[in-house]
């Protein structure tokens, strides 16, 4: 069993940046891939970022460029560095950990319990 605790959510004015973390407590963490997803009120889970064992990235097109998704394997830690914010980003992120990488979320077999990001304008 993974678990997965979010961190680093916030209210941020558009424009700004924040970083999320994503702390696991396997120390297998660096077998697996780890996604970030989010969902917005009434709206579905929206992929965001993977992040393979060997750090390798994928990004959606609507935060390529914008987003920076890294890990720490000693720390346990996956980072996702967000920046140039928009009211549009606004959503609860989630963490997610799994043995594919993979835009489906269902894929994913370890899930955070989701940090809050609020872009104002």
């Known amino acids: 069993q993974v678990q997965l605790v979010e961190s680093g959510g916030g209210l941020v004015q558009a424009g700004g940046s924040l970083t999320l973390s994503c702390a696991a407590s396997t120390t297998t963490f660096g077998i697996y891939f780890v996604a970030w997803f989010r969902q917005a009120p009434g709206q579905d889970r929206e992929f965001v970022s993977f992040i393979s064992d060997s750090a390798s990235t994928y990004y959606s097109d609507r935060v390529k460029g914008r987003f920076t998704t890294s890990r720490d394997n000693s720390k346990k830690t996956v980072y996702v560095h967000m920046s140039d914010l928009q009211p549009w980003d606004t959503a609860v992120y989630y963490c997610?950990?799994?043995?594919?990488?993979?835009?489906?979320?269902?894929?994913?077999?370890?899930w955070g319990q989701g940090t809050q990001v609020t872009v104002s304008s």
């Open positions: 997610a950990a799994g043995r594919v990488g993979t835009t489906s979320a269902g894929k994913y077999e370890y």
